[in-house]
């Protein structure tokens, strides 16, 4: 990511976390959906919020090949929380 776009994500991550912590969740929850973000972020080297339908995809392909099916539905359901 530019420097531009690691603000963007920066700022986006950091009200991702302060959502999860006003919504009461638990911090391994915390925990486990923001790396979720971040993961994704890293894959694409760039912020989720810009990411497609077929990005995701890709993504969740990609994961299932590499990762536990626990793994893939945390996953989801952080980026669920990430993207209301």
């Known amino acids: 990511m530019n ?10 991550y950091e009200q991702h976390l302060t959502n999860l912590r006003l919504q ?21 080297d760039k912020s989720p919020d810009g ?17 536990s099916w626990s793994t893939v539905k945390i996953d989801r359901n952080g980026l669920q929380f990430f993207y209301r």
């Open 3 to 12: 420097h531009s776009q690691q603000q963007r994500f920066n700022y986006l």
């Open 51 to 67: 990411l497609t339908t077929a990005d995701l995809k890709d993504y969740f392909n990609s994961l299932i090949q590499t990762h």
């Open 24 to 44: 009461g969740k638990r911090p391994a929850t915390i925990d486990a959906y923001s790396r979720a973000v971040r993961r994704i972020s890293a894959y694409f």
